[in-house]
Nanobody
Framework: QVQLVESGGDLVQTGGSLRLSCAAS????????MGWFRQAPGKEREFVAA????????YYASTVKGRFTISRNNADNTLYLQIVNLQPEDTAVFYC?????????????????WGQGTQVTVSS
């Protein structure tokens, strides 16, 4: 059982930046591919970014490419999401997730463990 705890969400102004973190309890963190998803009010959860277990490969949703950067530190069991130039439409609860697949997955159904989420609010 992998426990994931997100942090770093905040209220920021348009154009601001944030770095979200996701701390994993599992020592075998490096064997999981990881992903970030988000859910805006009244909308379905959507894929944001994913990273392979080694960290060598990443993949982004087209809507965030260029502004979001996913990374991981396997020595510290931590996943990150750097976000720049935040826009009001980025307002959402952001979730990290772990998949037993070592390769990148962009569908929620392939993820086995989820965090509770961290709120990102962007004011205009």
């Amino acid at each position: 059982q992998v426990q994931l705890v997100e942090s770093g969400g905040d209220l920021v102004q348009t154009g601001g930046s944030l770095r979200l973190s996701c701390a994993a309890s599992e020592r075998s963190f490096s064997s999981y591919s990881m992903g970030w998803f988000r859910q805006a009010p009244g909308k379905e959860r959507e894929f944001v970014a994913a990273i392979s277990s080694s960290g060598q490969n990443t993949y982004y949703a087209s809507t965030v490419k260029g502004r979001f950067t996913i990374s991981r530190n396997n020595a510290d069991n931590t996943l990150y999401l750097q976000i720049v130039n935040l826009q009001p439409e980025d307002t959402a609860v952001f979730y990290c997730a772990a998949s037993h697949w070592t390769t990148i997955q962009n569908k929620a159904e392939f993820y086995d463990y989820w965090g509770q989420g961290t709120q990102v609010t962007v004011s205009s």
